[in-house]
């Protein structure tokens, strides 16, 4: 059984950061591409990053590049989302999904259930 679970979300005050990871298990990790999407309150799904299998490349929305950074531990079994200079349109549910491709193919067959970000003062 395929599995992806988030964690390390929470509040932060802006131009703060966090660090989400999201463990993942049933399937080979090391195999597939993986990407952040998150969902703003009232508003729909939002690409955030990806990366490729290997962890060689990487890629950002606009909004984000320069201030997240995306890794995986392919040992571990684990994605992960630095998040630096936070704004409080940062604010929404953070999702981690699975790949079906080994580059980014943007087709994802399993989702995490969510870390909530909150930014605010």
């Known amino acids: 059984e395929v599995q992806l679970v988030e964690s390390g979300g929470g509040l932060v005050q802006p131009g703060g950061s966090l660090r989400l990871s999201c463990a993942a298990s049933?399937?080979?990790?090391?195999?597939?591409?993986m990407s952040w999407v998150r969902q703003a309150p009232g508003k729909g799904l939002e690409w955030v990053s990806a990366?490729?299998?290997?962890?060689?490349?990487?890629y950002y929305a606009d909004s984000v590049k320069g201030r997240f950074t995306i890794s995986r531990d392919n040992a571990k079994n684990t994605l992960y989302l630095q998040l630096n200079s936070l704004k409080t349109e940062d604010t929404a549910m953070y999702y981690c999904a699975k790949d079906t491709c080994s580059w980014p193919c943007y087709e994802y067959n399993y989702w995490g259930q969510g870390t909530q970000v909150t930014v605010s003062s």
């Open positions: 049933g399937f080979t990790f090391s195999s597939y591409a």
């Open positions: 990366i490729n299998s290997g962890g060689g490349s990487t």
